[in-house]
């Protein structure tokens, strides 16, 4: 796949993008707050500092296209619209189960069931992917060496990403975090 050197994040929130070979890329975006409060290591990245969501891929079956038996997760990307000399490092955490509210510079504690539902997790460090920039735009190529396997009555997979370091955000800075499934 080629990378976004000088593009912009591609305008995807929410979409599945249907590829050859049962390939499918599943996305979504989130906008963080109109501040550049410094993010601690473990705490949340969402929408809103007092009823922040999270990162939501809808795998419900579009018209034409039948419901996947499984879902096969290769390998993760994360965008972001800026391009700060510290790097963002952190941890993206799936699962199956809705987090519920998680606020913007919150602390990441998540529930006995959130922890049962979580179905893997993806690390992205500055010496686990590729980082290509230009004009304002930064992406992260993360490949695992393991796969999820995740049930078909599933709807909907959850993402909470997390900072692993001191993060100086900009303002309404936006994340774009895109999934390759093998979907059979």
Not at 39 to 49: F, P
Request: glycine content about 8%; proline content about 8%.
């Amino acid at each position: 796949m080629a990378p976004y050197t000088g593009q912009t994040v591609p305008q995807r929130e929410h979409n599945i993008v249907q590829a050859a070979g049962g390939l499918q890329i599943f996305s979504a975006t989130l906008v963080r707050p109109n501040d550049t409060v410094t993010y601690a290591s473990g705490d949340v990245i969402s929408t809103s500092s007092s009823s922040g969501s999270i990162f939501s891929f809808d795998i419900a079956p579009r018209p034409g296209v039948p419901y996947p038996a499984g879902i096969q997760i290769l390998s993760a990307r994360l965008y972001q619209n800026s391009n700060q000399s510290t790097k963002l490092t952190a941890t993206l955490y799936l699962g199956t189960s809705d987090p519920g509210v998680q606020n913007d510079n919150g602390v990441y504690t998540p529930t006995a069931a959130i922890i049962q539902a979580r179905i893997g997790k993806f690390s992205f460090t500055t010496s686990s992917g590729e980082f290509f920039t230009g004009v304002n735009a930064t992406k992260t190529i993360q490949t695992p060496s393991w796969d999820i396997r995740i049930p078909s009555p599933t709807a909907k997979i959850y993402g909470v990403l997390s900072p692993t370091n001191a993060y100086v955000p900009i303002a309404i800075e936006s994340f774009t975090v895109e999934l390759d499934c093998l979907v059979w």
